[in-house]
């Protein structure tokens, strides 16, 4: 860890796997660097971390998966869907096109029922089930728009999801084995979820609980208690909360942490100008210092870092 009074975390990605940025932000004393398994194959997870590890001694955080229902595999990428169609949701695992796409985990969406709205890729598109059969789910689409590969699929009602996908559990196996020793719990709801992900990586292990559902902030308390820190995501935050409310939400969020004697981490939006402009917005400035000055420990830059143009910059 660096000196700096408040921590820097940054998300690899294509923008920033190579030696020269890694080095460079290490440089500049980026405190953490993450690995979102969410845009991340299991297979490749090993020569990722051992190649990052070659770069830089900063400590690298596995980021789950964890409770969100996902898009599958699109062709070429993504999708276009026209209001007033009807298309499928098929249990099976299939690359999708406009008349029928896959979700996972499977197993979540044989939950679903007659009525359910589900928005599509943050909420590019609203569809409604109107039938189930066989083969899965018939749904009409309500609102239309583009909707992407692994891109979430949210609810208007609590489904049961798993707190840990399986290619969670094997990633954190392949991060052990590597000797890594930070790990993110991705949508953490409730203690049990903080217990299970304990459970797998150890007691001293660095446990960073994110909050994104107003389930979780019901239960920050308890999960605040149990993880070494909290991140509050605030683009996955406002799906569940309007999008005016997240300020004082943040505000609470950081204070009952604190008190609880973990640290907090704050995610979303910090520089998201400077994804194709090498300079920030006056506002994102402004969000960045009332952030700080609310008492959150670390920023962590997601999208600026792992695909935007200039990582190194932010």
């Known amino acids: 860890m660096n000196g700096l009074q408040k921590k820097i975390l940054c998300t690899l990605g294509p923008a920033s796997w190579s030696e020269r940025v890694i080095s460079r932000l290490e440089g500049l004393g980026v405190s953490m660097f993450r690995i979102n398994l969410s845009h991340t194959k299991i297979e490749d ?30 062709k070429n990428g993504h999708i276009i869907i026209r209001e007033n169609s009807v298309f499928r949701i098929v249990w099976s695992n299939i690359e999708g096109d406009e008349e029928r796409i896959n979700l996972y985990p499977s197993d979540s969406i044989k939950c679903l029922r007659v009525g359910d709205l589900i928005s599509l890729d ?6 409604q089930v109107i039938g189930i059969d066989e083969l899965g789910l018939l749904v009409r689409v309500i609102t239309g728009g583009q909707v992407g590969s692994n891109k979430a699929a949210d609810v208007d009602r609590e489904i049961p999801l798993p707190s840990l996908t399986q290619k969670d559990k094997d990633a954190i196996k392949v991060g052990l084995g590597l000797g890594l020793t930070h790990y993110a719990l991705s949508f953490a709801n409730r203690l049990d979820d903080v217990e299970l992900i304990r459970s ?36 996955d935050l406002s799906r569940q909360l309007p999008i005016e409310q997240i300020p004082r939400a943040q ?7 604190r008190k609880n004697n973990a640290k907090c981490f704050v995610a979303t939006n910090l520089l998201e100008s400077m994804c194709s402009q090498p300079n920030p917005t006056r506002a ?6 009332n952030t700080l000055d609310d008492g959150a420990d670390g920023l962590v830059l997601v999208a600026e870092t792992a695909i935007g143009k200039y990582p190194i910059e932010c």
């Open 45 to 74: 997870l090993s020569d990722l971390v051992k190649n990052i590890q070659k770069y830089t001694s900063v400590p690298i955080c596995l980021d789950t998966e964890g409770a969100q229902l996902r898009t599958g595999k699109m």
């Open 200 to 235: 797998l990586v150890g007691e001293r292990n660095f446990v960073i609980s994110k909050i994104e559902t107003l389930t979780g902030v019901q239960n920050l308390d308890a999960i605040s208690k149990h993880s070494d820190a909290i991140l509050l995501d605030r683009g």
């Open 284 to 289: 994102e400035v402004n969000d960045i210092f």
């Open 251 to 257: 505000k609470e969020i950081i204070s009952r942490a």
């Open 122 to 127: 943050f909420n590019s598109a609203l569809v």
